[in-house]
T-cell receptor
Framework: DAGVIQSPRHEVTEMGQEVTLRCKPI?????LFWYRQTMMRGLELLIY????????DSGMPEDRFSAKMPNASFSTLKIQPSEPRDSAVYFC????????????????FGAGSRLTVL | AQSVTQLDSHVSVSEGTPVLLRCNYS??????LFWYVQHPNKGLQLLLK??????LVKGINGFEAEFKKSETSFHLTKPSAHMSDAAEYFC????????FGQGTELSVKP
């Protein structure tokens, strides 16, 4: 398996532009997570999906952020309009089914998308 | 509510010497605990996990961690550091969703 695949790996954009980050989870994994990592705040969970349905989006910072999972093999995180404070590394992770709430799930992370908003 | 505290933001050791990265957790019930490692410009990789089986957990690359309920600790250790161990390490507690510590950056001097 190729693991969790994220694109783009790097994105530099100007303030006000729309940014779309993409994620392909591991085949057979039914939970998908979006995290944001910054020096100041560390790793923050933005949103997670179970069976393509958003379960908890309480970490999404504001209405400029939106996430979708139209099918089991694809998810997007969109920022519109982007702002310099959105600059961060965004990670997607997936995990296998059946044990999400047992507390023992292992997440497999993608390599991340580094976003710079000028 | 669950939380996790990594007691050191940065640890520096010499190659060949032991590594100790400290983690304390807070949980209202028996937790699942993990250590993840992140090498520069890479994603996070699971080192090991504790899920209420043996209290001493062995992971990859010679790392291990011991769950101590009385101390609410889950410290990560390795007997002998290698240059390739230089990375950031995250202690994680699971409470439905994973809660990450702030990370400990490990430097290894030759």
């Amino acid at each position: 398996d190729a693991g969790v695949i994220q694109s783009p790996r790097h994105e530099v954009t100007e303030m006000g532009q729309e940014v779309t980050l993409r994620c392909k989870p591991i085949s057979g994994h039914n939970s998908l997570f979006w995290y944001r990592q910054t020096m100041m705040r560390g790793l923050e969970l933005l949103i997670y999906f179970n069976n393509n349905v958003p379960i908890d989006d309480s970490g999404m910072p504001e209405d400029r952020f939106s996430a979708k999972m139209p099918n089991a093999s694809f998810s997007t995180l969109k920022i519109q309009p982007s702002e310099p404070r959105d600059s961060a590394v965004y990670f997607c992770a997936s995990s296998s089914p059946a044990r999400l709430f047992s507390g023992a799930n292992v997440l497999t992370f993608g390599a991340g998308s580094r976003l710079t908003v000028l | 509510a669950q939380s996790v505290t990594q007691l050191d933001s940065h640890v520096s050791v010499s190659e060949g010497t032991p590594v100790l990265l400290r983690c304390n957790y807070s949980s209202s019930y028996s937790p699942s605990l993990f250590w993840y490692v992140q090498h520069p410009n890479k994603g996070l990789q699971l080192l090991l996990k504790y899920t209420s089986a043996a209290t001493l957990v062995k992971g990859i690359n010679g790392f291990e961690a011991e769950f101590k309920k009385s101390e609410t600790s889950f410290h990560l250790t390795k007997p002998s550091a290698h240059m390739s161990d230089a990375a950031e390490y995250f202690c994680v507690v699971s409470g439905g969703k994973l809660i990450f510590g702030q990370g400990t950056e490990l430097s290894v001097k030759p």
